[in-house]
């Protein structure tokens, strides 16, 4: 694998990237701003700045801009950017965009263009392991309960959550958000 010298592994340069856009609070489940949110040229720049330096090769510059925006509740800009991206990662990309929107059905659709991404397997591990280590069995929810990742029922999670104003609810899915968003990057390398 063609790794820049800089990087160990495709983890390691993910791991970067990561920080380059890490914020000390998670994105909203909505369309909500935050004050540690960046500019979306700040978000810009950086990006810029980080793919000239380390120039993944086998990562699409799009679905990294894309990502970083919608991390920093640029949806708009991030929308505009993954809408053109024909590809599973910038269909999922597209999808957590509308789910946050919200326009529920919108992100339904762009995650059934997902087809079972390779993302999925982890971030239902990651989940289950967060879920279980402090959930009692029958308070896992039900769309865990498959075994799969189900990104339908957790867009309708976020929908009830949200719509019931259930704050420990939102509060546990904005970090079962970045599990997802997470992982999601990470198969960009």
Not at 13 to 22: V, W
Not at 93 to 122: C, T
Request: net charge negative; aromatic share 12%.
């Amino acid at each position: 694998m063609n790794s820049p010298k800089h990087f160990e592994t495709p983890g390691d340069m993910a791991t970067h990237f990561l920080r380059l856009i890490a914020t000390p609070d998670l994105p909203a489940l909505g369309p909500g701003g935050r004050p540690s949110a960046m500019d979306a040229h700040v978000v810009e720049c950086r990006v810029a700045d980080w793919l000239r330096e380390f120039a993944p090769n086998h990562t699409e510059p799009d679905l990294l801009r894309s990502a970083a925006l919608l991390w920093h509740d640029h949806l708009e800009a991030s929308h505009m950017l993954s809408q053109s991206i024909d590809t599973s990662s910038g269909s999922f990309l597209h999808g957590i965009m509308h789910r946050r929107e919200p326009d529920y059905s919108n992100a339904k659709y762009w995650f059934r263009r997902v087809q079972g991404h390779s993302a999925y397997e982890k971030v239902f591990g990651a989940v289950q392991t967060s879920l279980t280590s402090s959930t009692p069995a029958e308070s896992v929810p039900k769309w865990m309960a498959e075994g799969i990742w189900d990104p339908y029922g957790f867009v309708d999670a976020v929908e009830s959550a949200l719509h019931a104003g259930q704050k420990d609810e939102i509060e546990s899915l904005q970090w079962i958000q970045q599990i997802e968003f997470e992982y999601l990057v990470r198969s960009f390398f």
